[in-house]
T-cell receptor, first 115, second 108 residues
Framework: ETGVTQTPRHLVMGMTNKKSLKCEQH?????MYWYKQSAKKPLELMFV???????ENNSVPSRFSPECPNSSHLFLHLHTLQPEDSALYLC??????????????FGAGSRLTVL | GQSLEQPSEVTAVEGAIVQINCTYQ??????LSWYQQHDGGAPTFLSY????GLEETGRFSSFLSRSDSYGYLLLQELQMKDSASYFC?????????FGTGTRLQVFP
């Protein structure tokens, strides 16, 4: 495995379900990120983890709960989502820091549909 | 807060040169980056300008003017495979904030 791997690639869930998105990076990077990409909107930064410590929570609703057990793995736990949460969720990693954060390696994304 | 502006769409023909502009308003600026995203794909890194001036990587060049809060991506010798969305992004402390993206369509 190389790069940044995200699973599942596609997920359909009801509003009462609980599911998790997983991200794994094999690049030896120190920082990991969750972005949300909706149609006709810019990529929205959700969470930032540096050395597995959360350094950014961009006013994300509590129905999204991140977890970073180590520098290589990042999860996004989902519960009681709304249809407007349907989007492509992208995980990324970088060397971290102020300059390293400019060069992100993205995973292929998890396409989430909330019914 | 931060804001970045790009044209929503640009069209060009194969072999041509196209320039995609990006203006930004931000505090704590650490550099301007460019990413390419094909339909259904993930964004991929193209270039990064930490200092004013031109950075060249093959057919792609990127320019930054900090005093004007402005940058651009220049794509030369356009190919059909360059049809994609292009995003500028500003580095702010330890994170990257993206613009709305420019959809480039290359015609034969």
């Amino acid at each position: 495995e190389t790069g940044v791997t995200q699973t599942p690639r596609h997920l359909v869930m009801g509003m009462t379900n609980k599911k998790s998105l997983k991200c794994e990076q094999h690049l030896g990077h120190n920082a990991m990120y969750w972005y949300k990409q909706s149609a006709k909107k810019p990529l929205e930064l959700m969470f930032v983890y540096n050395f597995k410590e959360q350094t950014e929570n961009n006013s994300v609703p509590s129905r999204f709960s991140p977890e970073c057990p180590n520098s290589s793995h990042l999860f996004l736990h989902l519960h009681t989502l709304q249809p407007e949460d349907s989007a492509l969720y992208l995980c990324a990693s970088s060397q971290g820091g102020s300059s390293g954060a400019n060069v992100l390696t993205f995973g292929a994304g998890s396409r989430l549909t909330v019914l | 807060g931060q804001s970045l502006e790009q044209p929503s769409e640009v069209t060009a023909v194969e072999g041509a040169i196209v320039q995609i502009n990006c203006t930004y308003q931000t505090s704590g600026f650490y550099g301007l980056s460019w990413y390419q995203q094909h339909d259904g794909g993930a964004p991929t890194f193209l270039s990064y300008n930490a200092l004013d001036g031109l950075e060249e990587t093959g057919r792609f060049s990127s320019f930054l003017s900090r005093s004007d809060s402005y940058g651009y991506l220049l794509l030369q010798e356009l190919q059909m495979k360059d049809s994609a969305s292009y995003f500028c992004a500003v580095g702010v402390t330890d994170k990257l904030i993206f613009g709305t993206g420019t959809r480039l369509q290359v015609f034969p």
